[in-house]
């Protein structure tokens, strides 16, 4: 079936890096785009950005500009998200999810990772 | 802050109609489609109307959608209790995607 499979749970200490994996299955990877949403404890949505698995090209989110990168491997259908940098306001759950365009909105969706940040 | 308004919380009797606001501007609701997402406690979000009123395969006919200028809606009719959750409304707003703040549905 249809999947976004995310790594495990991550503890940080400030100013440290992360990278969150997100490996797809049961479709073909090139077809959809792939985007990160992040969600603070207790808080809404937050969109970060995406990647277009075909080419590698990115867009991000204002915010996050210049502390994130997105990466793809085609040959394990998985793309990355790492964000540097890191202060406590970076904890929260972080998604990978999948759309195939500004009409089709985010359809499948990965369960999410936890990340921590903590001295 | 978010881009996107939406009440914080809305509720219903079970059988009673919710309907969920979300109010944009013109360079995101105005000059795109509006989706609309479920999230049940401890669970990733679930994309539950896309393209403004289409409803992904397995998604119940009780949830619609409507848009109008720059503003959205959500309708719960026939209220359920399983359908107490959050409900975030999107758009795209040039090349990014924004997001209402949430609004939790309460089940009475």
């Known amino acids: 079936q249809v999947q976004l499979v995310q790594s495990g749970a991550e503890v940080k200490k400030p100013g440290a890096s992360l990278k969150v994996s997100c490996t797809a299955s049961?479709?073909?990877?090139?077809?959809?785009?792939l985007l990160w949403v992040r969600q603070a404890p207790g808080q809404g949505l937050e969109w970060m950005g995406m990647?277009?698995?075909?080419?590698?090209?990115?867009s991000y989110a204002q915010k996050f500009q210049g502390r994130v990168t997105m990466t793809r491997d085609t040959s394990t259908s998985t793309v990355y998200m790492e964000l540097s940098s890191l202060r406590s306001e970076d904890t929260a759950v972080y998604y990978c999810?999948?759309?195939?365009?500004?009409?089709?909105?985010?359809?499948?969706w990965g369960q999410g990772t936890t990340v921590t940040v903590s001295s | 802050q978010s881009v996107l308004t939406q009440p914080p919380s809305a509720s219903g009797t079970p059988g009673q109609r919710v309907t969920i606001s979300c109010s944009g501007s013109s360079s995101n609701i105005g000059s795109n489609t509006v989706n609309w997402y479920q999230q049940l406690p401890g669970t990733a979000p679930k994309l539950l109307i896309y393209n403004n009123n289409q409803r992904p395969s397995g998604v119940p006919d009780r949830f619609s959608g409507s848009k109008s200028g720059t503003s959205a809606s959500l309708a719960i009719s026939g209220l359920q209790s399983e359908d107490e959750a959050d409900y975030y409304c999107s758009a795209w707003d040039d090349s990014l995607a924004v997001f209402g703040g949430g609004t939790k549905v309460t089940v009475l």
């Open positions: 990647i277009n698995p075909t080419g590698g090209s990115t």
């Open positions: 049961g479709y073909t990877f090139t077809s959809y785009y």
């Open positions: 999810a999948r759309t195939q365009g500004h009409y089709y909105g985010m359809d499948v």
